[in-house]
């Protein structure tokens, strides 16, 4: 007996000391360690409000469910709807917004609902999907955390209006408030007469939404419809129903009209913005003095004319600021002076800006005479510096 317990005690310490050897062994394995977390790069709400401020390039991508989208999400955010990322079916849905990951360079910044499991699923397929980490980011807290209501978007039912619609409402009602947010070179090259450019398009950033803030009391206090012109009737103007919204003002009083103005059929009903020339007051005295062919065209008011003081010569119209349907009669009854030769015309008016711009749009526009023939005098009639050139209408009564 004592034999085989000595025996069986051997045993006992060889496997023992086989097993330690094993499991010394099976912890200097090499891949057999346990993997670190993986680090996910995020960004907060503060640095995300400075981007859509300043209008930096990203694409925010929100993967809350469609209910949570509705309720709120960042200016710009595709939806997705693929929270919580987690089925294939789901992560088919980021793929939305692959194509425009790979059109712009800058960040990706993943909105979660809590900026965590769902987000990071999202970060994770599109690292898969061949997208630089170096550009992923997941925002801090996700929506459910974001502080600024200003910049917090909704989903909106949008009123729209076909350009046959409008034409008619136009002929019923003249006080349509038509509101053109697209970019100068466009709405220059044609825009509905009466219409308000903003050139704030596509309204992403704080600069282009100021310029829309300048209208918030025109369009709080108006009982008129309300019409957006935007590019293509869809972006732009769905930005800026978003950002009056956040105003406090009624998305229900805006229609968008339907194809934009890119789309617009009647050609014959648009306005265009001459590109206006100016001439220093130096160079029209040289002209002066050197006797060139020329016509003097006063836009002044008429007490302005009589007691400022005009051009010998000029052609008075009394239509300063030129900006009504009774003081475009009055350049009406000038035009066939302006018509009867193709000498450039010199415009006067009070300060050389608005009156004289609205005076040569209407000969324009409205008169068909070439626009290149129109210059305006730089600083107008308060600005002229020759008083010895000017002749006055004043009576001996008056004197």
Not at 186 to 201: D, E, K, Q, R, V
Not at 348 to 354: D, L, R, S, T
Not at 367 to 384: A, L, P
């Amino acid at each position: 007996m004592k034999k085989l317990s000595l025996i069986m005690a051997v045993l006992m310490a060889i496997g023992l000391f086989a097993g330690c050897a094993q499991q010394e062994n099976a912890e200097q394995l090499p891949g057999d360690e346990e993997a670190p977390a993986k680090e996910y790069q995020y960004i907060t709400a503060d640095e995300v409000k400075t981007m859509i401020e300043n209008g930096d390039e990203k694409v925010i991508v929100d993967i809350q469910p469609e209910e949570y989208y509705a309720q709120g999400h960042l200016p710009t955010a595709i939806a997705t709807y693929a929270y919580p990322a987690d089925t294939g079916e789901l992560k088919a849905k980021l793929d939305t917004a692959l194509e425009k990951i790979d059109e712009k360079e800058g960040p990706v910044i993943i909105v979660g609902l809590g900026g965590k499991t769902g987000a990071e699923n999202a970060y994770d397929y599109y690292a898969e999907k061949g997208v630089d980490e170096s550009r992923l980011r997941i925002l801090e807290g996700g929506q459910m955390s974001w502080p600024y209501e200003e910049l917090k978007w909704y989903n909106i039912d949008y009123l729209y209006i076909a350009p046959d619609d409008l034409v008619k409402l136009l002929d019923e009602n003249k006080n349509v408030m038509l509101i053109d947010i697209r970019q100068s070179e466009y709405y220059n090259a044609g825009h509905l007469p009466g219409s308000i450019p903003t050139y704030s398009f596509p309204n992403t950033n704080k600069e282009q939404w100021d310029a829309l803030d300048e209208l918030n009391e025109q369009i709080e206090k108006t009982l008129d419809p309300i019409v957006l012109i935007c590019m293509s009737g869809t972006n732009g103007a769905y930005n800026a129903i978003n950002h009056w919204a956040t105003k406090g003002i009624d998305p229900r009083k805006f229609y968008v009209l339907e194809g934009g103005g890119t789309n617009w059929p009647y050609g014959d009903m648009l306005e265009v913005t001459p590109n206006y020339q100016y001439i220093t007051p130096d160079e029209l005295k040289t002209k002066i003095e050197a006797k060139e062919d020329m016509l003097l065209l006063s836009v002044q008011t008429r007490e302005s004319y009589k007691e400022d003081g005009h051009l010998a010569g000029s052609i008075e119209t009394k239509a300063y600021p030129a900006n009504t349907e009774d003081l475009r009669k009055r350049l009406d009854k000038v035009t066939d002076k302006l018509t009867e030769n193709d000498l450039p015309i010199y415009v006067m008016c009070m300060e050389g800006k608005g009156g004289a711009e609205n005076a040569i749009s209407y000969y324009v526009n409205e008169k068909k005479i070439d626009q290149t023939r129109f210059y305006i005098i730089e600083g107008g009639i308060k600005g002229w510096p020759f008083p010895e050139m000017l002749e006055s209408s004043k009576t001996e009564a008056e004197e």
